[in-house]
């Protein structure tokens, strides 16, 4: 611990699954820098007692928020976010980002209007969303775009005073946008699991959502490719957690990633491998820092990447390293404790000017 006060500061999140064990994770780290930390859910009126307000997690989730701050103005409080979920498509223009936007709830706080304003928007997200119909549904798109409009209303009202992004990609996106953030990645935490040194049996595993059209056609073809080289492949039937997703992970050689949606990169993935002992095989990442290609985990384009995993599984020293700089990279740079104490300049800054 520092020693030193560093003021108070309230983290808010929707305080449900993963976004509950980060935020407590956030408040310990914050603790150890010498901040007085609460923990708020969305819309609790206690995070208006905060010298900084961190929000974190799914931002334009927390309408309630948002409308609690613009309620009770005060020059003395200061706020943050952290995103952890997607931002819209880079190549959205903006000033069609913009339209889009006005027609988020973000802007009214009040949660039974979210399903009258997605009504009204569905006509334009339609149109929108329409390149990338094969990776998102019209629904996903609007969330996204709820969550570029809780950003940009808090910076054009003047309550939001520092963006942080779990990834560089969206970083470079808001940089791109003209908005400034800092990469403060979310980290490894304990709920992705461990190494048990079990047999690895399994020489493949995917897990994650096959809602996206293009990943599930790309996991099928995948797939097939696989296992007519021989190799086992794994993919569940049913979401799966905690225990359960422990020791599938242990029992692989290589856990695959395959865009959900190609302009982001959810580094979970990364971290649930390099905890359970597996190596990473995934197609191109748009923007891969801080993993490196080839060193980190194996990458290649979707129609060599078959080919790929089978070398690296063949050849297990290769694939032992790959796993050990990857959990070196996450170590060095991608832990919740590194990411705190690159914000707590930052936030100390904030409290200091707000009082």
């Known amino acids: 611990m520092t020693g030193e006060s560093s003021g108070h500061v309230v983290l808010v999140s929707r305080q449900q699954g993963v976004e509950a064990l980060f935020q407590e994770q956030a408040a310990d780290e914050l603790r150890q820098q010498g901040f007085r930390v609460s923990c708020c859910g969305d ?3 206690d995070l208006l007692r905060g010298e900084l307000v961190l929000i974190m997690g799914a931002v334009g989730s927390m309408r309630r928020t948002s409308r609690l ?8 409080r200061k706020v943050a976010v952290w995103i952890f979920e997607p931002l819209p498509p880079p190549d959205v223009p903006m000033r069609t980002l913009h339209l889009a936007s006005r027609l988020s709830p973000v802007h009214t706080g009040r949660h039974w209007t979210k399903p009258f304003l ?26 996204l775009v ?9 910076l054009r009202k003047g309550w939001l005073d520092r963006i942080f992004t779990s990834t560089e990609q969206k970083r470079l996106y808001l940089q791109g946008l003209g908005i400034e953030a800092e990469f403060a990645p979310v980290g490894q935490q304990p ?16 897990i994650g959502s096959l809602k996206s059209a293009s990943r599930r056609a790309e996991l099928g073809n995948l797939r097939e490719q696989l296992e007519r080289l021989g190799l086992t492949v794994v993919v569940p039937e049913k979401p799966i957690w ?6 599938l992970v242990n029992r692989a050689k290589v856990l695959v990633h395959l865009h959900k949606m190609h302009w982001d990169t959810p580094w979970m993935r990364w971290c649930l491998a390099a905890a359970n002992g597996a190596a990473v095989a995934s197609v191109p ?11 980190d985990y194996l990458s290649a384009p979707i129609n060599e990447l078959a080919g790929e995993i089978l070398s690296l599984v063949r050849d297990e020293p290769r694939r032992r390293a ?13 832990t919740c404790a590194i990411s705190v104490s690159r914000m707590t300049p930052h936030l100390r800054s904030l409290i200091s000017t707000g009082s």
């Not at 929108?128 to 998102?136: A, C, D, I, Q, T």
């Not at 709820?146 to 808090?154: H, T, V």
């Not at 905690?242 to 020791?247: A, D, M, V």
């Open 69 to 76: 701050l613009e309620r009770n103005p005060s020059s003395d």
């Open 146 to 154: 709820d969550n570029f409009a809780m950003l940009e209303r808090g």
């Open 118 to 143: 997605h009504f009204l928007s569905r006509p334009f997200d339609r149109v929108l969303y329409r390149p990338y119909r094969h990776e998102v549904s019209v629904q996903l798109f609007r969330f």
């Open 322 to 334: 790959m796993v050990e700089n990857c959990q070196s990279t996450i170590a060095d740079q991608m």
């Open 242 to 247: 905690g225990e359960e997703r422990t020791k």
């Open 191 to 206: 709920a992705f699991g461990r190494d048990l040194e079990l047999q690895r049996d399994i020489d493949v595993v995917f």
């Open 43 to 45: 819309g609790d009126p």
């Open 285 to 295: 990442l748009s923007v891969p820092v801080p993993m490196r290609p080839g060193i």
